[in-house]
């Protein structure tokens, strides 16, 4: 299964940007990480592929949304109210395992990363 992250930019702080990840193949689980420079990967979001439940990092509970579409192997996280501090790199990622985790080691598939850059 290969992961194809998209939707990063350049934003103010407040604003909002929307990411897309598609999956080549079927998967289960999907979450979202991200990595600050000289930080290390970060959970963020993730949902079930199945009961669309979520769980999202207390940092960004309440602006973030995660989402997907099964028709189109896609999955989304909207972030709203962004801030200086959401500035990442921000990665997609898969696993086969129904449940979702929040360690990096939990999932098998990743994306290659798309910058998000919130300035002040």
């Known amino acids: 299964v290969q992961l194809q992250a998209s939707g990063g930019g350049l934003v103010q702080a407040g604003g909002s940007l929307r990411l897309s990840c598609a999956a080549s193949?079927?998967?289960?689980?999907m979450a979202w990480f991200r990595q600050s420079s000289g930080k290390e990967r970060m959970f963020v979001a993730a949902i079930r592929w199945s009961s669309r439940a979520t769980f999202y990092a207390d940092s960004v509970m309440g602006r973030f949304t995660i989402s997907r579409d099964n028709t189109k192997n896609t999955v989304y996280l909207q972030m709203n109210s962004l801030e200086p501090e959401d500035t990442a790199v921000y990665y997609c990622?898969?696993?086969?395992?129904?449940?979702?985790?929040?360690?990096?080691?939990?999932?098998?598939?990743w994306g290659q990363g798309t910058q998000v850059t919130v300035s002040s």
């Open positions: 990622a898969a696993r086969l395992k129904i449940y979702y985790g929040i360690r990096s080691p939990q999932y098998d598939y």
């Open positions: 193949g079927r998967t289960s689980a």
